[in-house]
């Protein structure tokens, strides 16, 4: 039994799960990526930054920024002394998560931005989530986080997070108490 080439093939292409030349090519899924930001990471936090629409810039910075604005913010960062984790979609910041705090304090702020197109995908979420966790490890025990009133996202993401918001006004402060971490205690020597 003789089997052409073309009727081969699409058996093979079957096979291989792509016999249906009508279905649109899957986009392959973006590579997502949460670390730690250094000094080095300087041009890329600026360039997300300079990304941010007009909209986001005012509801990260609360004001109208402009470019240079941002430049000066971003050059004068104590890198050494600030945590910022970054989100990195195929290598490329997209949002950004920094927590300031003063120095011997126990009390720290916590700043967001998320790239417009990256809104709403938990990004700001998983970036408070690292903050959190890294200001307990720093032996923060508040958490500021400010944000204008007309900013549904943060609102949410405070709530989420069990912290106290300020009422309604046109920026709102919202603080959250961290709890201590657990200290383990060490194994009691066992007898040989």
């Given at each position: 039994m003789a089997t052409s080439t073309s009727g081969m093939q699409a058996r093979l292409r079957h096979w291989a799960g792509d016999d249906t030349p009508s279905q649109p090519a899957k986009e392959p899924r973006p590579h997502v990526?949460?670390?730690g930001l250094t000094g080095r990471d300087q041009p890329q936090h600026v360039e997300h930054l300079l990304r941010l629409t007009a909209e986001d810039r005012r509801a990260r910075f609360h004001s109208a920024t402009?470019?240079?604005t941002i430049r000066t913010y971003s050059e004068g960062l104590e890198w050494h002394k600030v945590l910022i984790f970054g989100l990195f979609v195929d290598g490329t910041l997209r949002a950004a998560g920094e927590l300031l705090q003063a120095d011997g304090s126990t009390s720290a702020e916590i700043s967001l931005s998320v790239e417009k197109e990256f809104q709403h995908g938990g990004f700001g979420k998983t970036l408070v989530l690292a903050l959190v966790l890294a200001a307990r490890r720093v032996g923060v025990t508040h958490l500021t986080m400010s944000f204008l009133g007309s900013n549904h996202s943060m609102r949410a993401i405070a709530r989420d997070l069990g912290a106290v918001t300020d009422g309604f006004a046109p920026v709102?402060?919202?603080v959250k108490v961290i709890p201590p971490?657990?200290?383990l205690k060490p194994a009691a020597d066992k007898p040989a």
């Amino acid at each position: 039994m003789a089997t052409s080439t073309s009727g081969m093939q699409a058996r093979l292409r079957h096979w291989a799960g792509d016999d249906t030349p009508s279905q649109p090519a899957k986009e392959p899924r973006p590579h997502v990526e949460l670390r730690g930001l250094t000094g080095r990471d300087q041009p890329q936090h600026v360039e997300h930054l300079l990304r941010l629409t007009a909209e986001d810039r005012r509801a990260r910075f609360h004001s109208a920024t402009k470019d240079e604005t941002i430049r000066t913010y971003s050059e004068g960062l104590e890198w050494h002394k600030v945590l910022i984790f970054g989100l990195f979609v195929d290598g490329t910041l997209r949002a950004a998560g920094e927590l300031l705090q003063a120095d011997g304090s126990t009390s720290a702020e916590i700043s967001l931005s998320v790239e417009k197109e990256f809104q709403h995908g938990g990004f700001g979420k998983t970036l408070v989530l690292a903050l959190v966790l890294a200001a307990r490890r720093v032996g923060v025990t508040h958490l500021t986080m400010s944000f204008l009133g007309s900013n549904h996202s943060m609102r949410a993401i405070a709530r989420d997070l069990g912290a106290v918001t300020d009422g309604f006004a046109p920026v709102i402060e919202s603080v959250k108490v961290i709890p201590p971490a657990a200290r383990l205690k060490p194994a009691a020597d066992k007898p040989a």
